[in-house]
Every structure is written in C-alpha cells, then in structure tokens.
C-alpha cells in the first residue's frame, strides 16, 4: 500500500476487507463505478460496493476463476450497470480509434504527463522468466519484452 500511496489516492483499500472499508468510507453509499479487473468472487464484491446507478466495468478475469452468475433482476431493482471493456476487440472494432488513443497515450508517459510504473525490461529469450514473475505476483507495474 505504501507505493501505492505515492500516486496520490484519496483512499486505498486491502482487497481482503474492501467491502467494509468502502462502505465505511462512503457511510454506506458505495462508489460509482468499480473496474474489475480480476473476476471471480471479487466481481460479486465489485457489484456489492456499488452505489444506485454505479456502474461496473469488466476489464479482464486474472484470477481465473469462474464467471459469477448475475440476476438482471437484480441489477434493474438495485439500478446497477455492468458493462465490458476488451481492447483487442475493440481494436478490431475501431482500430483507427484505439491508435489514437494510443499515440496519445505513449506522448503523455513521454512527456511525464502520466506515471507507469515499469518492473522490468527483459530480451526476447527471458520472456518465460518475465512470465513467472508475473504469475508468482512478484511484480508491479508492466513487464517490458525487448525485442
């Protein structure tokens, strides 16, 4: 959390007690929008935390674990959104789109305008070691394939 709280957040939360801590912190109101993107039982936690009209954004499944069933019910009596976000696909959709954002993007991290926090740089032939790392959770930030 101590290099996290270099960013300059507000709040942060253990993602052990998340549920509690936010409700705390918004005297039980919740949030308006949670990014999920680890999936599993975190994503039913992601949905709890949510406030009348939040909005969750599904962004990946890290943990590898199952879908979580969702009642439309639910989601339309409790006024919740759930909504996904895949960049390869939307590249696919609108490839003229992403390459924008993303010039933009690498300009902004060029001129220190955003802050990404890179682990390491690695050759080609170190990709599986790079790789173990990732999957031990030992790193923070990206992972860079020198090619």
């Given at each position: ?86 960049l390869g696909e939307y590249s696919r959709f ?54």
């Open positions: 959390m101590r290099h996290a709280a270099k960013f300059g957040y507000d709040e942060l939360f253990v993602r052990s007690d998340f549920v509690n801590q936010i409700q705390q912190v918004t005297k039980e109101q919740g949030v308006h929008v949670v990014f999920d993107p680890v999936g599993g039982e975190m994503r039913k936690q992601s949905l709890d935390v949510l406030r009348p009209f939040g909005q969750l954004v599904i962004v990946g499944n890290a943990s590898g674990q199952a879908d979580v069933a969702q009642s439309s019910n639910e989601l339309w009596i409790r006024n919740k959104t759930v909504t996904g976000f895949a609108a490839p003229d789109e992403v390459g924008k954002a993303a010039r933009e993007s690498l300009q902004l991290i060029a001129k220190h305008g955003i802050h990404t926090e890179i682990s390491g740089i690695y050759p080609l032939e170190k990709a599986s070691e790079a790789h173990a790392l990732l999957e031990d959770g030992k790193t923070i930030g990206k992972l860079l394939l020198q090619m």
